[in-house]
C-alpha cells in the first residue's frame, strides 16, 4: 500500500503544482507575482547549492531544494509559450522538467546514488549564475545587445540589406519594407537568443565534477566560446531564412534553429566526455536512476508484471 502512495505521489503532486501554476499564475506575469517568485528561485538553489557541498548529511536539503525548485518551473509553462512567440517546445520541456525535479527529490529520499548530489551542484552552479545576471538589468540588457550587434555583423558579411537598434534586427524584406514606408524588425533578441542556458549549464556539469582542474579548465574553454559563436551564426540563420521568406519565424526559431543547436550540443558533448570521463559516469548513473529500485519502482515492476 506504501508503494501505491508514493507512486501516486510522483504524478499527483508535479500535476497539482502545475495546475496551481496555470491558475495563479497566467501570462503575462505582473511585477509583483515576478518578484514574488524569485524567492523560491533563489531558495530552491541555495539549497541545492549547501545540499551539494555537504557530502555527508546534504540529502535533506537537496530534496526540499528539488521540491521547491519544482514549484518555481510549474509557474512558468504559459510565460515560456507565450513569451518566446508560441515555442511548444519550451513550454512541454519546462512541463515534464517539473516531474523528473519532483522524481529527484523522490531518490533523494530513496536512493544513494551519488549522480544526484553532481544534479544539484550542477543546477545550483549554473541557476544562481543565470538568474542573478538575468534579474540585474544592465548586465542582461548588455549582453542582449551584445549579441544583437555581433549578430547583425555576421548578417552584414553576406548582405548591406541589415539593420540593428538596440535588440532589433531588419533583414532582407523587412529592411527594404523599414525603409519605404516603416516595418516590425525581422527578430528582437531576448535573453533566452543570447545562448547563456547553454553556456551555463556546462559550466554547471563541468564545475561540479570531482576531477581535476587542469581538466576542468581544458573543457571550459572548449565549450564556452563555442557555443557563443555558434549561437551567433544560429541567431544569423534564423533571422536570414525569416528575413528572406524562406520560411516564418515559427518555423526558423521553434524547429530549425533548436534542432540545429540540439545536434551542436549532442557533438560538443561527445568532446567534453573525451577530456572528462568522470562526466560519463554522472551521466549513466542520471540515466540508471530507474533501476535503482524504490517504493514506485517496485509499485511499477508489481502492476506490470501482474499483468
Not at 546534504?58 to 528539488?66: A, E, T
Not at 523522490?106 to 544539484?120: D, H, M
Request: with cysteine.
Amino acid at each position: 500500500m506504501k508503494d501505491g502512495w508514493v507512486a501516486s505521489l510522483l504524478f499527483v503532486l508535479p500535476s497539482s503544482m502545475l495546475i496551481i501554476g496555470f491558475i495563479f499564475f497566467p501570462f503575462p506575469l505582473s511585477p509583483q507575482q515576478h518578484s514574488l517568485l524569485l524567492i523560491p528561485l533563489f531558495a530552491s538553489l541555495f539549497l541545492l547549492f549547501v545540499g551539494y557541498l555537504r557530502k555527508s548529511n546534504g540529502k535533506l536539503l537537496r530534496f526540499f531544494g528539488w521540491i521547491i525548485f519544482a514549484f518555481y518551473w510549474s509557474t512558468q509553462p504559459s510565460s515560456l509559450y507565450f513569451y518566446e512567440n508560441g515555442d511548444i517546445v519550451n513550454a512541454f520541456i519546462c512541463s515534464a522538467g517539473v516531474y523528473v525535479l519532483v522524481y529527484f527529490a523522490y531518490k533523494e529520499i530513496y536512493s544513494n546514488a551519488p549522480c544526484l548530489r553532481w544534479l544539484a551542484g550542477t543546477a545550483s552552479i549554473s541557476g544562481l549564475t543565470y538568474f542573478t545576471v538575468e534579474n540585474i538589468p544592465v548586465l542582461r540588457n548588455g549582453l542582449i545587445n551584445l549579441v544583437a550587434h555581433q549578430s547583425a555583423f555576421l548578417l552584414s558579411v553576406f548582405s548591406d540589406r541589415v539593420m540593428v537598434d538596440g535588440n532589433m534586427i531588419w533583414y532582407g524584406k523587412d529592411y527594404d519594407l523599414l525603409l519605404a514606408h516603416g516595418s516590425a524588425p525581422t527578430a528582437e533578441i531576448i535573453f533566452a537568443c543570447t545562448a547563456i542556458q547553454s553556456i551555463l549549464l556546462f559550466v554547471g556539469m563541468i564545475c561540479s565534477l570531482n576531477s581535476k582542474l587542469s581538466s576542468k579548465i581544458h573543457a571550459l574553454l572548449l565549450t564556452v566560446p563555442t557555443i557563443y559563436v555558434l549561437n551567433l551564426f544560429r541567431n544569423a540563420c534564423i533571422i536570414f531564412l525569416s528575413g528572406s521568406r524562406i520560411v516564418n519565424m515559427n518555423i526558423a526559431h521553434n524547429y530549425i534553429g533548436k534542432t540545429g543547436s540540439l545536434i551542436a550540443l549532442i557533438v560538443l558533448l561527445f568532446f567534453i566526455l573525451k577530456i572528462l570521463p568522470e562526466l560519463n559516469d554522472q551521466l549513466s548513473c542520471v540515466f540508471d536512476l530507474p533501476k535503482m529500485e524504490g517504493p514506485a519502482e517496485r509499485f511499477i515492476k508489481d502492476r506490470v508484471v501482474r499483468r
